[in-house]
């Protein structure tokens, strides 16, 4: 179960707050940390629609696989943070591990994954990976 979405008063003037959502990291969240950002993203558009649909539809698909990724390589909980920024939208999210992503090879023939991280580093205008002793934090920027 999902905490209850923060709110601030980030770009007030335009009415456009964050929010932040934690999640216990169980694999349900990664749909429920999707539903969090739609529900962003459906608030956002009503003041400052997407300059393209892609816009929406990537950072939907950011948001599943940075939170796939938490659930998967970082057991426990884990919080993401979506706020509006002047040119775009900024994601971070919260988990468990110190352990910075690494990208992996890609095989399709074996469906094994590996293409998560590289499907970010492409989609995202800035990516930073920040990590202390309770965890990381993975910045993305994304246009909007």
């Known amino acids: 179960m999902a905490t209850e979405p923060h709110w601030d008063e980030t770009l007030a003037g335009q009415g456009i707050p964050s929010r932040t959502t934690g999640f216990p990291g169980d694999p349900q969240d990664v749909t429920g940390a999707r539903l969090a950002a739609e529900s ?37 909980p884990f919080h993401l943070r979506i706020r509006r920024t002047y040119d775009g939208v900024h994601l971070t999210l919260h988990d468990t591990s110190s352990t910075p992503p690494s990208p992996r090879p890609f095989h399709p023939s074996t469906g094994g994954g590996g293409i998560g991280w590289h499907l970010i580093q492409t989609l995202c205008d800035q990516v930073s990976v920040v990590s202390d002793d309770h965890g990381k934090d993975i910045h993305v920027f994304l246009p909007w």
């Open 40 to 76: 962003f993203l459906r608030d956002l558009a009503r003041t400052a629609p997407p300059a393209t649909p892609e816009s929406w539809h990537d950072i939907l698909l950011v948001v599943t696989e940075l939170a796939a990724n938490a659930v998967q390589y970082a057991p426990g």
